[in-house]
């Protein structure tokens, strides 16, 4: 796989005049850019993201990952990320198999959409199966504890716009392993799944931390990223809770330096048939 693009700055500066005490200050903010991405394959656009310009080919590679196109980054043969009039593309080569299967999906997507459904033919399309997480991998509590906390120091782009969600891959014997930030909480998600196949990283021993609710789309990426634990700060819907027992997936939500609530598969951290129940 080869990929060239130019480098990309997630962030600008701005003028802006501030309210404060009762009086107006001029100055300046740095805020997160945002612009539209498009996914392509073999010249055909499969998806047109607002994400963060950084971390492209990472996110190339983990939305390809997690969406079912590849299966490894070697089933890529070329990616070129190129900016184009009002964006960027992400210009993606498979082979004959791989891109028969991104045709089908093309085919299927009618359009955009927020909630991620635009162009399903059923219902039992809006919900892939999920293949199970089979990891035996077990966690202490106090470790959920500390992969939370060490997630915020490591967030550049959010400690200078407090403007964009963070995802990241916690390990026992190494800490965070990576970190990706962008404007979209699902885009972060894409991007770690990317790194951590560049890295060869694999995840079965290892917690995904992420900075926003928990949706379905989460767990389900998740779950194609092989960890057996999600933690967030903020609250799972009872959709992603269903998926998340359904993937075998530990899911922790509500995540604070004074302890954390766990939604599914709680044996996973050792509070299963704890004695301390309040």
């Known amino acids: 796989m080869n990929a060239i693009g130019p480098p990309q700055s997630p962030s600008v500066t701005v003028s802006r005049l501030a309210w404060q005490g009762g009086a107006i200050r001029a100055g300046n903010r740095t805020v997160p850019d945002e612009t539209p991405i498009a996914l392509t394959y073999n010249r055909?656009?499969?998806?047109?993201?607002?994400?963060?310009p950084a971390d492209l080919e990472d996110f190339a590679i983990g939305f390809s990952l997690t969406e079912g196109i590849i299966e490894h980054p070697g089933q890529i043969e070329e990616l070129s990320v190129v900016e184009a009039a009002g964006g960027i593309e992400l210009r993606m080569w498979l082979p004959p198999a791989r891109?028969?299967?991104?045709e089908h999906r093309r085919r299927r997507i009618a359009g955009p959409s927020g909630c991620g459904l635009c162009g399903i033919e059923s219902l039992g399309g809006a919900l892939p199966a999920v293949l199970p997480v089979g990891s035996a991998s077990r966690f202490d509590p106090n470790e959920i504890a500390a992969a939370a906390n060490a997630l915020p120091p490591r967030q550049p782009l959010n400690h200078a716009?407090?403007?964009v969600h963070g995802a990241a891959l916690w390990k026992r014997s190494q800490g965070l392993v990576a970190v990706r930030e962008d404007v979209g909480r699902h885009n972060a998600l894409d991007k770690l799944a990317g790194a951590l196949a560049q890295l060869s990283c694999a995840?079965?021993?290892?917690?995904?931390l992420i900075t926003s609710r928990l949706s379905v789309e989460l767990v389900q990426k998740t779950a194609a990223i092989g960890a057996p634990v999600i933690v967030a700060v903020s609250a799972p819907t009872a959709l992603a809770i269903r998926i998340a027992e359904e993937a075998g997936i530990t899911l922790?939500?509500?995540a604070r330096q004074d302890g954390f609530e766990v939604f599914t598969h709680p044996g996973r951290l050792g509070l299963e048939n704890s004695s301390r129940v309040a």
């Open 203 to 208: 995840a079965e021993d290892g917690i995904v």
């Open 252 to 254: 922790v939500g509500i």
């Open 99 to 102: 891109a028969e299967i991104a």
């Open 44 to 52: 055909a656009t499969l998806a047109v993201m607002l994400a963060s």
């Open 161 to 163: 716009t407090h403007a």
